[in-house]
């Protein structure tokens, strides 16, 4: 599987910005897909993530009520909505597929592809 994250950019604190990840090279509707993000000298942690049947919406707790996953199968993307952007924001935004279990489904071990990273600043 072979993952194509963009819509990263440069917004003012309180914008918007809406990511996508198109994917290709295998069964899309079969995989749990996230997002993950990578701030300069920091761990890569887990935003969302939305099951295989979009079932089940999966959030870090700092993206509650700010940012929206969703998926379109039908064109194997992905989408992360973020609303009221915060300059802690900023971060290297990555896209994953994967079959995670319930335990696994907000940790990168649970992923198997991931997307190169499309950058998100945030500036206050």
């Known amino acids: 599987v072979q993952l194509q994250a963009s819509g990263g950019g440069l917004v003012q604190a309180g914008g918007s910005l809406r990511l996508s990840c198109a994917a290709s090279g295998g069964t899309f509707s079969s995989y749990s897909m996230a997002w993950f993000r990578q701030a300069p000298g920091k761990e890569r942690d887990f935003v969302a993530a939305?099951?295989?049947?979009?079932?089940?919406?999966y959030y870090v707790d700092s993206a509650k009520g700010r940012f929206t996953i969703s998926r379109d199968n039908a064109v194997s993307t992905v989408y992360l909505q973020m609303n009221s952007l915060k300059p802690e924001d900023t971060a290297e935004h990555y896209c994953a597929a994967g079959r995670p279990i319930i335990s696994t489904i907000t940790r990168r071990i649970g992923y198997n592809y991931w997307g190169q990273g499309t950058k998100v600043t945030v500036s206050s």
């Open positions: 939305i099951r295989w049947g979009a079932s089940s919406t």
